[in-house]
């Protein structure tokens, strides 16, 4: 019985032992990601400023936006983006691409069905470049309706 208890509390120290060192990796990360967006906010502030002031041209403040989602530093253009997988063909050196799609899947909830393209269409601007579309993944008469 002595044994098990021993071995019953060694469990718990060991727990948490790798509980305190989870939460101070944790910890650390969080640390590291609001260091590197407190970095990406006064870095957007300063491009925001020097825009207002017309310091440098659209395209520059453009480009330097572009690096910073992509998360590039400074001197990398265009081209980095296109290596790294983000950005191919005539879309290369914009972020947006011409066409964004968006997929609804839906099963048997034809109300659901109904509520989210509501909601889709009431921000959706519209036009060739942002398709919609509806996958059934089922045979529901309600959803075949909607979907139409």
Not at 3 to 28: H, N, P, Y
Not at 72 to 91: C, D, M, R
Not at 95 to 117: D, M, T
Not at 134 to 141: C, H, L, N, T
Request: charge should be negative.
């Amino acid at each position: 019985l002595n044994g098990s208890l021993f071995s019953s509390s060694w469990c718990d120290r060991r727990l948490a032992q790798i509980t305190e060192q989870k939460d101070r990796e944790i910890m650390a990360a969080m640390e590291q990601l609001q260091a590197s967006l407190t970095q990406q906010a006064e870095t957007l502030e300063r491009l925001h400023a020097i825009r207002a002031r017309g310091g440098r041209s659209p395209r520059v403040v453009r480009d330097r936006l572009d690096q910073l989602v992509t998360n590039q530093p400074p001197g990398e253009g265009a081209a980095s983006l296109q290596t790294a997988g983000f950005l191919s063909g005539a879309s290369a050196g914009r972020l947006c691409p011409e066409q964004i799609a968006v997929v609804v899947i839906a099963y048997n909830r034809p109300e659901y069905l109904e509520r989210a393209l509501t909601s889709i269409f009431s921000h959706h601007p519209g036009g060739n470049a942002f398709p919609v579309f509806v996958s059934q993944d089922g045979a529901d008469e309600g959803v075949t309706q909607v979907a139409l």
